[in-house]
């Protein structure tokens, strides 16, 4: 049997490898699916994916656990500019454009796929560990449900606010919780006010190319949020009119 965590870099997942450490839980392998924004430009905020590579995983590795980061053959770039195979846009040469708000392809497609490839090219029996704490119910009835998935965090009764508390604890909390309760790309559609905003203060060239984006020619989705019909555009105006009250104040 191995025994395998999925980690994301959030606090529940980090704080499962941590409760690993401490309590001599079995622990193989920690698999990290990097989504990326085209072939060079990670998917991760900066921030993220340095406090990833750079603090983290030298981390884990001086524990003496193998990390390994996975990636799909896709990226953000690619599903943007896809062509449909099939429907009505079908042969009409339109591009898929941004995701809808709460159907990710790109997730799907750039992370989930790769995840789902690593699974079944593992020979032998796994389990794989999932960083769901004890107050998430509904997330916690699928583990149940799944033979070969396990919270550490469950096991050894930990809540979400106790998993932040021990990653504190190691300075293994990811600085996106300085501005966000949640990871996610930098494109994520489902992005709030904090996280835009904190993009375009600290990534500039980051926002210009989304916004670059929404300016392409020919897309189904042509806008940032489908569901409010909200345009990044809408957001640099609203941003830059913030900027200038703060300048006069």
């Known amino acids: 049997m191995k025994y395998i965590a999925s980690w994301s870099g959030g606090k529940d997942s980090t704080a499962s490898i941590i409760l690993a450490h401490e309590h001599g839980e079995p622990l193989d392998m920690i698999i990290f699916s990097e989504v990326m924004f085209d072939k060079t430009i990670s998917g991760e905020l900066p921030e993220h994916i340095d406090f ?4 983290a995983i030298p981390l884990f590795e001086s524990w003496g656990y193998e990390v390994k980061i996975l990636h799909s053959d896709r990226t953000y770039v690619d599903c943007f500019f896809r062509e449909t195979t099939k ?3 079908f042969g009409t040469g339109k591009r898929a454009g941004f995701p809808m708000t709460g159907k990710c ?3 799907r497609d750039c992370k989930v796929r790769q995840i789902r490839k690593f699974w079944k090219e593992i020979e032998e029996d796994f389990t794989q560990y999932i960083g769901i704490a004890t107050d998430e119910p509904a997330r916690m009835e699928r583990v149940v449900n799944a033979d070969n998935q396990t919270s550490l965090l469950q096991k050894h009764h930990y809540t979400e606010q106790m998993a932040l508390d021990l990653c504190k604890r190691y300075d ?16 994520c559609p489902n992005a709030g006010y904090a996280e835009l905003k904190h993009l375009r203060t600290n990534h500039r060239d980051l926002w210009e190319k989304l916004l670059r984006l929404e300016d392409e020619p020919n897309l189904i989705c042509n806008m940032w949020n489908t569901l409010t019909r909200t345009r990044l555009h809408d957001w640099e105006e609203r941003f830059y009119w913030e900027d200038q009250q703060m300048s006069i104040f």
Request: glycine share 12%.
């Open 52 to 55: 990833i590579k750079h603090k």
């Open 87 to 89: 429907g009505k846009f």
């Open 105 to 107: 392809v790109v997730n």
């Open 172 to 187: 293994l909390l990811s600085p996106i919780y300085d501005f966000a309760p949640r990871g996610g790309c930098w494109f």
